[in-house]
């Protein structure tokens, strides 16, 4: 989705991070975009009203349930598998501590 008006942070990028500022997972900086750009698009501002609004329907409805600890282990598992296939990623032990170097690549996803 995109309103068709230039922003400083893209309609798309804004949409795929919903979630990120909704939970407050997002850093300081990257939610003051966020904001500025809802605050300048009515579309986008419409979406993250309906995501405001299926996150606290969810939370009044499954409020008092949590997972079992084998789900998120297995989620855990999961995404970390993941990551490590979308990205190029070098663990060493060294007697000082772990050093990660991490190298991104871009992976498209089909909408399928």
Do not use: N
């Amino acid at each position: 989705m995109s309103c068709g008006k230039p922003h400083e942070t893209p309609c798309d990028e804004v949409l795929a991070e919903v979630w990120l500022f909704l939970d407050h997972e997002c850093d300081q900086l990257r939610r003051r975009k966020l904001e500025q750009h809802l605050e300048e698009c009515g579309p986008c501002l419409e979406h993250y009203g309906l995501e405001e609004h299926i996150k606290e329907l969810l939370a009044r409805k499954c409020g008092g349930d949590h997972a079992p600890d084998t789900l998120k282990e297995r989620l855990l598992a999961t995404l970390r598998r993941t990551v490590l296939e979308q990205t190029e990623v070098t663990v060493e032990h060294l007697p000082e501590g772990t050093a990660v170097e991490v190298c991104t690549r871009r992976v498209e996803l089909s909408e399928d």
